[in-house]
């Protein structure tokens, strides 16, 4: 069984790989990171600082379109195109063929963010000429972010079809990018049920805020290591329930 299930990953990462779209988002990364890095319109400080900001901006870009991109489609072009059958057919579980496809396509996506975050390491090396530990943990914590985008994105495509699960998925990754600003400020303005349900909807969504180091990085700020715990287990914790609930609906589902 295990020995299947790590076989069901590694086909689903080399179809990763060779989607179009993950090539274009990568070069296109690297070429903005790289382009940022050069630029000497500025003196060093602002111009490590343009660097710090474009490069976190682009990982981060890159990482939750292409993991919305290749998992909003995976599932149901596998039942459409009936190669999901003879994968079934064999004893394992649909629970098991599902996280294959989840981190097969994690594993491609993160492949790229490792490239561009080696791009900006070395950017920051040759200007500082020491190497950030702030800047590889913003990246680490970017890698916990897409993993969230890419389990959310999971989920909603047990539910809906291809165009729909990536128009979903990116509506609700704004809104948690947004709902520390303004849905706690629209809470504090409303009463009774709307304040409930307005309450609810931002516990609900993921805090995507919650993962962004970009400014503490651009601006040389300390971030306490107990905060760092919790953001991790709750990006832990968040994207397990959403794999979780993935699994449950998708056992469910007639085929």
């Given at each position: 069984?295990?020995?299947?299930?790590?076989?069901?990953?590694?086909?689903?990462?080399l179809?990763?790989?060779?989607?179009?779209?993950?090539?274009?988002?990568?070069?296109?990364?690297?070429?903005?990171?790289?382009?940022?890095?050069?630029?000497?319109?500025?003196?060093?400080?602002?111009q490590?600082?343009?660097?710090?900001?474009?490069?976190?901006?682009m990982?981060?870009l890159?990482?939750?379109?292409?993991?919305v991109?290749?998992?909003?489609?995976a599932?149901?072009?596998?039942v459409?195109?009936?190669l999901?059958?003879?994968?079934?057919?064999?004893?394992?579980?649909?629970?098991?063929?599902?996280?294959?496809?989840?981190?097969?396509?994690?594993?491609?996506?993160?492949?790229?963010?490792?490239?561009?975050?080696?791009?900006?390491l070395a950017?920051?090396?040759?200007h500082?000429?020491?190497?950030?530990?702030?800047?590889?943990?913003?990246?680490?914590?970017?890698?916990?972010?897409?993993?969230?985008?890419?389990?959310?994105?999971?989920?909603?495509?047990?539910?809906?079809?291809?165009?729909?699960?990536?128009?979903?998925?990116?509506f609700l990754?704004?809104?948690?990018?947004?709902?520390?600003?303004?849905?706690?400020?629209?809470?504090?303005?409303?009463?009774?049920?709307?304040?409930?349900?307005?309450?609810?909807?931002?516990a609900?969504?993921p805090n995507?805020?919650?993962?962004?180091?970009?400014?503490?990085l651009?601006?040389?700020?300390t971030?306490?290591?107990?905060?760092?715990l919790?953001?991790?287990?709750?990006?832990?914790?968040?994207?397990?329930?959403c794999?979780a609930?993935?699994?449950?609906?998708?056992?469910?589902?007639?085929?």
């Amino acid at each position: 069984m295990l020995r299947a299930f790590f076989a069901l990953i590694k086909l689903s990462f080399l179809e990763a790989v060779r989607r179009q779209i993950l090539h274009v988002m990568v070069l296109l990364s690297l070429v903005v990171i790289a382009v940022a890095g050069t630029v000497s319109f500025f003196d060093l400080g602002v111009q490590v600082k343009i660097v710090k900001d474009t490069g976190m901006v682009m990982i981060l870009l890159a990482g939750a379109l292409s993991v919305v991109f290749l998992l909003s489609g995976a599932l149901f072009h596998d039942v459409e195109q009936r190669l999901l059958y003879p994968v079934l057919a064999r004893p394992i579980p649909r629970g098991l063929y599902l996280l294959a496809r989840y981190a097969g396509a994690l594993g491609a996506v993160y492949l790229g963010m490792t490239l561009m975050a080696a791009t900006l390491l070395a950017l920051l090396w040759v200007h500082l000429h020491y190497l950030s530990t702030l800047a590889i943990v913003a990246v680490a914590f970017t890698y916990l972010e897409v993993a969230l985008v890419g389990a959310l994105t999971l989920l909603v495509s047990t539910f809906f079809t291809p165009a729909m699960t990536a128009t979903l998925t990116l509506f609700l990754y704004l809104l948690g990018s947004l709902k520390m600003g303004y849905l706690h400020h629209l809470a504090e303005r409303n009463t009774g049920f709307a304040k409930w349900a307005i309450t609810a909807v931002s516990a609900l969504l993921p805090n995507m805020e919650a993962f962004r180091f970009k400014d503490a990085l651009v601006h040389d700020l300390t971030v306490p290591i107990g905060y760092l715990l919790m953001v991790a287990v709750y990006a832990v914790c968040y994207t397990a329930m959403c794999v979780a609930i993935s699994v449950w609906r998708f056992r469910r589902r007639e085929m």
